[in-house]
């Protein structure tokens, strides 16, 4: 069978100027119109053709070979679409903030892009973080004439460092955010190594445990914060991002809006849980007025002080586990498994782009476990 002629473009930086790479198997109905394009070129280095990287040149590519050959872009184009309803950040916090001595700053159309595609206020302070320390670890060297050597001796100095998995994974996401979208060249660095992530379970604590928690917070307000997180499965930032409109009594859900990945998504509100939040909210003071729940100053509140409600009322209860606000929503998922719930369900109810995600659950859940009899049993002891 006759297979279909195509052509992938890639992004590629030849004497520090931008080219557009052709890459396609010989055929010679291709060699003689890349034969008719704005000064073609030939890379040795990369191995396919290439011209200068501008909007005539991508244009005449694409009517060329319009109708004879397909044109695999998911190596050149990078498209992040805006999350519809999502409120737009701003970084002008790090863009005017002061730098100590010789430190790096990110470059302004750094920050603005970040704010152009509507990162997450914590993606973009992660972003901005740690390309700056690549930024310095690089000092003297223009961006666009690093290459991918010098970028993995930086990684495998970080792996000599013990950092994580996941710092190393962020720091490869800031620097391919700046190559491949800051200076539009996707998949400019796409044969990086990326570090294998431990498969760690997740850590989970019981029903009566969790009891325990929320019978030994400080207040209504701790009672309530706890509650919600085990209840309903959610994130801290989540939690944190609550408004009173968010608690649905009518349909008794609760709406989560922008959640990880901007996504909104609802889940379950309880009924003996909403009992509590309409005390909280009329009884405490002063009373939240736009947040579910605030600071003081009428702020929201802090994700340490959410860290701190959870970690006090677990140590009240002399729970030997350092018990995190995470843990909860762990917790949320595994017992609602345990009790039949399906896997479908959960994923909907945690916000999981994929069910492998909400599958590593089932390797905590102990019900099918409890159902299995140790070979110890069978011996007479």
């Given at each position: 069978?006759?297979?279909?002629k195509?052509?992938?473009?890639?992004?590629?930086l030849?004497?520090?100027?931008?080219?557009?790479?052709?890459?396609?198997?010989?055929?010679?109905?291709?060699?003689?119109?890349?034969?008719?394009?704005?000064?073609?070129?030939?890379?040795?280095?990369?191995?396919?053709?290439?011209?200068?990287?501008?909007?005539?040149n991508?244009?005449?590519?694409?009517?060329?070979?319009?109708?004879?050959?397909?044109?695999?872009?998911?190596?050149?184009?990078s498209?992040?679409?805006?999350?519809k309803?999502?409120?737009?950040?701003?970084?002008?916090?790090?863009?005017?903030?002061?730098?100590?001595?010789?430190?790096s700053?990110?470059p302004?159309?750094?920050?603005?892009?970040?704010?152009?595609?509507?990162?997450s206020?914590?993606?973009?302070?992660?972003?901005?973080?740690?390309?700056?320390?690549?930024?310095?670890?690089?000092?003297?060297?223009?961006?666009?004439?690093?290459?991918?050597?010098?970028?993995?001796?930086y990684?495998?100095g970080l792996?000599?460092?013990?950092?994580?998995?996941?710092?190393?994974?962020?720091?490869?996401?800031?620097?391919?955010f700046?190559?491949?979208?800051?200076?539009?060249?996707?998949?400019?660095?796409?044969?990086i190594?990326?570090?294998?992530?431990?498969?760690?379970?997740?850590?989970?604590?019981?029903?009566?445990?969790?009891?325990?928690?929320?019978?030994?917070?400080?207040?209504?307000?701790?009672?309530?914060?706890?509650?919600?997180l085990?209840?309903a499965?959610?994130?801290r930032?989540?939690?944190?991002?609550?408004?009173?409109?968010?608690?649905?009594?009518?349909?008794?859900?609760?709406?989560?809006?922008?959640g990880?990945?901007?996504k909104?998504?609802?889940?379950?509100?309880?009924?003996?849980v909403?009992?509590?939040l309409r005390?909280?909210?009329?009884?405490w003071?002063?009373?939240?007025s736009?947040?579910?729940?605030e600071s003081?100053?009428?702020?929201k509140?802090?994700?340490t002080s959410?860290?701190?409600?959870?970690?006090?009322?677990?140590?009240?209860?002399k729970?030997?586990?350092?018990?995190?606000?995470?843990?909860?929503?762990?917790?949320?998922?595994?017992h609602?498994?345990?009790?039949?719930?399906?896997?479908?369900?959960?994923?909907?109810?945690?916000?999981?782009?994929?069910?492998?995600?909400?599958?590593?659950?089932?390797?905590?859940?102990i019900?099918?476990?409890?159902?299995?009899?140790?070979?110890?049993?069978?011996?007479n002891?």
């Amino acid at each position: 069978m006759k297979h279909q002629k195509s052509i992938t473009l890639k992004h590629l930086l030849i004497n520090d100027n931008k080219q557009i790479g052709l890459k396609f198997y010989p055929d010679k109905v291709i060699h003689s119109l890349i034969k008719t394009l704005p000064n073609p070129k030939w890379s040795k280095e990369f191995g396919m053709v290439y011209l200068a990287n501008n909007s005539v040149n991508f244009q005449k590519i694409m009517e060329t070979f319009r109708g004879v050959a397909w044109i695999n872009l998911s190596s050149f184009s990078s498209k992040r679409s805006l999350a519809k309803g999502s409120t737009p950040i701003s970084v002008d916090s790090y863009r005017k903030r002061t730098v100590k001595g010789t430190e790096s700053r990110c470059p302004e159309q750094f920050y603005r892009k970040l704010e152009l595609k509507n990162y997450s206020l914590n993606t973009a302070k992660i972003y901005i973080t740690l390309f700056e320390r690549f930024m310095d670890a690089h000092k003297g060297i223009p961006l666009l004439n690093i290459d991918e050597e010098q970028i993995r001796i930086y990684l495998q100095g970080l792996v000599h460092q013990n950092r994580s998995s996941s710092y190393i994974n962020q720091m490869i996401n800031s620097i391919k955010f700046y190559y491949e979208v800051v200076e539009q060249m996707p998949n400019r660095f796409y044969s990086i190594e990326r570090p294998m992530k431990k498969e760690k379970l997740p850590k989970v604590i019981s029903a009566e445990e969790v009891q325990s928690i929320i019978n030994n917070t400080n207040n209504i307000k701790h009672r309530c914060i706890v509650s919600l997180l085990y209840s309903a499965g959610l994130r801290r930032g989540e939690l944190l991002s609550l408004k009173i409109e968010d608690i649905d009594s009518k349909r008794m859900v609760i709406n989560v809006k922008d959640g990880k990945g901007r996504k909104d998504r609802i889940t379950l509100l309880s009924p003996s849980v909403l009992i509590e939040l309409r005390n909280y909210v009329l009884l405490w003071k002063p009373r939240p007025s736009n947040y579910l729940f605030e600071s003081v100053s009428g702020e929201k509140y802090s994700p340490t002080s959410i860290n701190k409600v959870v970690r006090e009322a677990a140590i009240k209860a002399k729970i030997r586990k350092k018990v995190t606000p995470h843990m909860l929503r762990h917790s949320f998922a595994t017992h609602l498994l345990e009790n039949g719930t399906d896997l479908r369900s959960i994923q909907v109810l945690l916000g999981h782009s994929s069910s492998n995600t909400t599958e590593i659950y089932t390797q905590v859940a102990i019900n099918h476990i409890k159902k299995i009899k140790s070979p110890i049993e069978m011996l007479n002891l």
